[in-house]
């Protein structure tokens, strides 16, 4: 049995587990083949136990987009704790530390509870009444001047279905505008494009059942153990089973992944593409293709042959700055897996050329032969808990139920089950990209903002201009969220809304498990759900349909469920087999899942057909370098069987190299304690005690360079800002520094914006998926001042020291901090 990760578990008085000093767990082994382990996790507050808990109430994760089935404990009509469910197909039982804690952030004494509005620059509270009818006179008044896009809808991965579809139906068809989009732009937009390109559209291939049959996991810029770390459970469980796979890792950090790794691969930022390409070579070099798999269904492999015998392993190794036989050693695992499961995250998708890189993932897939069956998926991971539903939904710049903006037949559906004529809803180009959105507001056409649950004054690209957008007075900024984030301050409307735990709906993971979540107490003072609000602004402006009728029709989550199931039937994310009743009390169902699949579908393409026809695929794909979408006739001429599509692409460089002013490539990135902005695991004591502060991590090559030491306050730049953090020696590669995201200015004093690492991040996008671009800023590092203590940075996962005066075990001060807080109950 390998020994566990992480650092040895401390305890409490009463003997239970650390979930802080241990974010993993105790481990459950199983073999190849076999049946992952139950192990319940659970957590209630102030010395209660299970006794104490007047009801248990069904809900899932909403910290990470593993889609953990929990229950909610609620005594008295507060939350007091969350257990896992041991039904529930995706953990077992299991439960991530942010989740065990994070439901604290409900009940905080800082909560939104009543509408605030900007009067003599200053916001105060009001009622809904002022409130809404300050949105609605504004509304009216800009549909009346300036016309439909004049608003822009950016919204969230944290809301339910019903309240994404409620969005699309009042933003593409009640007022008909094409700016959509959500904060999924920044962490999951390549995992939806990646798949359109390949399999002509969206849904994951794959399914976390893989793990346990897999014998090679590979995992390209995806630090499991923090992101998704019940996933990472499995794996760890996998691992010390018998016949334990083999682990691939591409990551320029030693994250837990790389630490179990057979083989780990710490390219530099900005040339993941370039390594795809040489993996490729290799296995293409060395005849691992599956042929008859490839010329049976999929087309474009000639192409892809010819390009990655551009990239041999020594010219990669150049480029990537990783050894040449590492190269071979990963291809040789990925080329002769008997069963393969790939997973992809933000090392790509937030990278240089990340659509391209993302592609390569499914290409190794496609001519392995590697889909359908057990332990050979890939999952395009996403990045947030419902980040699958705003794509479903046509929330997050594409159209409900994955329906093609550029096939007339499929808006034809769509003005059908809404009860509009087809000119209503616009379809004359794709629907605007988040970024697109901030620059039409930038320039003044887009005039109306109503951002909903994000908070994109510290999630944005270089924020001090994003700040001075938000501001701007001819800009009319509505701001839905639970608490008074760096967004909600620059607002002229604020609505408070109800959080998770507070109302009722459904939601989807990462392998298109869907879970039903349960309202368990009520929002407090006056907030109100998302969809209440939704569905009070479309009845204030009056909206109807060709008939008069209201429109959205629909009076609640469930009603709009049942809607949804409509416009799902016949495309890929199929619910119409699921419902209420069906989701009540199940460990969670897979889509598609209809009257051929009653019970839900676990794995996609095992018969080798894909949803890639020409009349039925979501989308038409894009060159790779360029991001022009292909026309309807060519992509007809390309794949008119709706094969499996395999793209080449090649390697250019980044937009901002390192110069000598500024040597450093900067990347970002999460941290195992925080989600998002941390507005709410900042108000989760025990969370907040593991990460207290920001920090940057540099190579001990480079600390030593530098004269840096761990704990020195050191000032990071880019041409855009600078960030003042201590300095946390690690296990990155020379010649990177990183910066978790989290840290914006909600919780600090004055004005001082020298904290958030998106003051530093480049204005720039891939031109494929457009997300935004968060790894690859060319960076600079100038020390302050020495340190008193070494710097507040977990010690558990991926940002662990290498320096011997921090003590890996305890944690330092930030671990330490934790010997007196409450552990789990078993």
């Known amino acids: 049995m390998n020994p566990p990760t992480g650092p040895a578990p401390s305890r409490s008085s009463n003997g239970k587990r650390d979930r802080i000093a241990e974010p993993w767990g105790a481990r459950t082994p199983y073999g190849k083949g076999g049946h992952w382990p139950h192990r319940v996790d659970m957590y209630l507050a102030d010395g209660l136990g299970p006794e104490s808990v007047d009801r248990w109430v069904q809900s899932a994760s909403v910290l990470h987009s593993n889609g953990d089935g929990l229950d909610i404990a609620v005594k008295d009509g507060r939350i007091i704790g969350v257990r896992g469910r041991v039904n529930d197909r995706v953990n077992h039982g299991r439960v991530d530390t942010k ?31 002022t409130a809404m009818n300050a949105v609605v006179r504004h509304s009216r008044e800009l549909l009346d001047t300036s016309g439909p896009s004049a608003f822009g809808f950016y919204t969230s991965g944290q809301l339910f279905l019903e309240e994404y579809y409620t969005l699309g139906v009042i933003a593409h068809g009640a007022i008909g505008t094409n700016h959509v989009d959500g904060n999924t732009r920044l962490c999951t937009a390549t995992a939806a494009e990646a798949l359109k390109e390949s399999f002509g559209c969206d849904g994951q291939p794959g399914s976390y059942t893989d793990v346990d049959h897999a014998d090679v996991i590979a995992l390209f810029g995806h630090n499991v153990a923090e992101t998704q770390s019940v996933l990472w459970m499995r794996m760890l469980d996998r691992l010390a089973g018998d016949d334990p796979p083999a682990i691939v890792c591409v990551d320029p950090r030693s994250t837990p992944v790389a630490q179990r790794a057979t083989v780990h691969l710490a390219p530099l930022p900005g040339t993941n593409l370039a390594l795809m390409n040489g993996l490729l070579h290799e296995i293409v070099r060395n005849g691992w293709v599956d042929d008859g798999y490839v010329e049976q269904h999929a087309v474009g492999f000639d192409e892809l042959r010819k390009r990655v015998a551009e990239f041999p392993p020594e010219r990669v190794a150049d480029i990537c700055g990783v050894r040449a036989e590492d190269i071979r050693a990963a291809a040789r695992l ?65 159209l409900a139920g994955f329906r093609n903006w550029s096939n007339d037949a499929h808006i034809a559906e769509l003005a059908e089950l809404w009860n509009l004529d087809t000119t209503q809803i616009p379809h004359y180009a794709p629907p605007t990209h988040a970024m697109q959105m901030f620059r039409y507001a930038e320039q003044g056409t887009l005039r109306l903002l109503w951002i909903s649950a994000t908070n994109p004054a510290v999630s944005l690209p270089e924020l001090r201009r994003i700040r001075s957008i938000l501001r701007q007075d001819r800009l009319f900024v509505v701001v839905q969220d639970i608490f008074r984030t760096e967004t909600a301050e620059l607002a002229d409307v604020v609505l408070p809304a109800a959080a998770w735990a507070e109302k ?152 901002e190299p390192p110069s000598p002013e500024y040597p450093f490539v900067l990347t970002t990135g999460r941290t195992l304690y925080h989600f998002h902005t941390r507005t709410k695991t900042a108000r989760a004591p025990q969370l907040q005690a593991a990460a207290p502060e920001v920090w940057v991590e540099l190579s001990e090559g480079d600390a030593a360079r530098l004269l840096i030491a761990e704990g020195d306050v050191v000032e990071i730049g880019t041409p855009r800002g600078s960030v003042t953090a201590k300095a946390r020696i690690g296990g990155i590669r020379d010649g990177v520094v990183f910066l978790p995201f989290h840290y914006g200015y909600w919780d600090a004093d004055g004005t001082d914006h020298t904290r958030a690492a998106n003051e530093l991040t480049i204005t720039d996008w891939d031109p494929v998926s457009k997300q935004p671009v968060y790894k690859t800023a060319a960076a600079k590092l100038t020390r302050v001042r020495s340190g008193n203590a070494p710097a507040a940075a977990p010690t558990t996962a991926a940002s662990a020291p290498v320096a011997d005066d921090v003590d890996a075990t305890t944690g330092g001060p930030a671990a330490r901090a934790t010997e007196q807080i409450p552990t789990e109950r078993p």
Not at 99 to 125: H, K, M, Y
Not at 346 to 375: C, D, E, K, S
């Open 334 to 398: 990925l080329g002769t897996a008997q069963r393969l499961m790939s997973t992809v995250l933000q090392g790509f998708y937030q990278a240089h050329q990340a659509t391209a890189a993302a592609v390569q993932v499914n290409n190794i897939h496609i001519v392995r032969g590697m889909l359908g069956r057990p332990g050979c998926g890939i999952l395009q991971m996403n990045g947030q808990p419902t980040a699958e539903n705003t794509r479903e939904c046509g929330a997050d710049g594409d």
């Open 99 to 129: 989740d065990l804690f994070g439901w604290q952030a409900n009940a905080s004494a800082d909560r939104l509870t009543a509408p605030l509005i900007r009067r003599n620059g200053r916001l105060v509270e009001t009622d809904w009444d």
């Open 504 to 655: 009722t709906g459904t939601f989807t993971n990462a392998d298109r498990t869907v879970h039903l979540s349960e309202k368990a107490v009520d929002p407090p003072g006056h907030a109100r759900s998302d969809l209440e609000i939704f569905l009070d602004y479309a009845r204030r402006m009056k909206f109807e349909d060709r008939d008069g009728n209201p429109l959205p029709p629909w009076t609640d989550a469930e009603s709009a469920f049942e809607a949804w199931k409509r416009c799902s039937a016949g495309r890929p994310c199929d619910y119409t087999g699921l419902s209420y009743d069906k989701l009540r009390g199940s460990g969670g169902i897979q889509w598609p899942c209809n009257a051929e699949n009653p019970d839900g579908t676990e794995r996609l393409y095992a018969d080798g057909r894909f949803w890639a026809d020409p009349d039925y695929c979501e989308a038409y794909g894009k060159d790779l370098i360029t991001g022009a979408p292909l026309e309807p006739t060519e992509y007809r001429a390309m794949n008119p069987f709706g094969k499996a599509i395999l793209k080449a692409a090649e390697h250019i460089p980044v937009h």
